[in-house]
């Protein structure tokens, strides 16, 4: 069964600062990986999808990459603002048709 | 085409009463996706839909619990005899068929019962 852990938990930083968030899955065998943001009380907005054959996929100032051999993705956020608060959760897609979601990283942008 | 849409928005019930929501998806996707988020949790998977067949549901899924995809169209969730436990927010999502196609979720229905 497929375990995604995140962490940080919760962050905090100033805003314009460059930051990392953290992703690790328990199994490699993933068909794609997808990033999400949730703000409070809100659906979840799609931000990245990586497939499973590619490293990395950008948009605008977030990027995201991924690593099967080691489990891991990362989401970096460049020159964060406070527009950016919000709860990130990563998901894997394995087979089974679902997705394993994280338990998200609490992102606050101080200005 | 405005996305993944559910409804209602909240839903305030009290313990016992039967509640149902409904989601619809983006028109040219088949697959249909139910999930449960309590709070500062990830979303747990509940049941999936390809056209109008359920293919598979979740432990979560008690007998109290039914859903539904007439012609592949929209879907509805329905909860029986809500319990306090039940309170979560209710997450619908659709995609395509396919490894390569990510999931698009809707604004989700906050159920809280009382």
């Known amino acids: 069964k497929q375990e995604v852990t995140q962490i940080p938990a919760a962050l905090s930083v100033p805003e314009g600062e460059n930051l990392v968030l953290n992703c690790s899955f328990t199994d490699s065998a993933i068909y794609n990986l997808q990033w999400f943001r949730q703000d409070p009380g809100k659906g979840l907005t799609s931000l990245l999808l990586i497939q499973s054959s590619q490293r990395e996929q950008t948009s605008g100032r977030l990027n995201a990459s991924l690593d099967k051999s080691s489990g891991r993705s990362t989401l970096y956020i460049a020159a964060s603002q406070p527009g950016d608060s919000a709860t990130y959760l990563c998901a894997s897609h394995n087979a089974g048709n679902m997705l394993t979601f994280g338990g998200g990283t609490r992102l606050m942008v101080k200005p | 085409d405005t996305g993944v849409s559910q409804n209602p928005r909240h839903k305030i019930t009290k313990r016992g009463q039967n509640v149902t929501f409904r989601c619809d998806p983006i028109s040219e996707h088949n697959r249909l996706y139910w999930y449960r988020q309590t709070l500062g949790q990830g979303p747990e998977f509940l049941t999936y839909?390809?056209?109008?067949?359920?293919?598979?549901k979740s432990r979560l899924l008690s007998d109290r619990f039914s859903a539904e995809r007439p012609k592949g169209s929209f879907s509805t969730l329905e909860i029986q005899r809500t319990e306090q436990g039940d309170s979560a927010m209710y997450l619908c999502a659709s995609s395509l068929s396919g490894s390569s196609y990510g999931y698009t979720f809707g604004s989700g229905t906050r159920l809280t019962v009382v």
């Open positions: 839909f390809q056209n109008e067949a359920q293919l598979e």
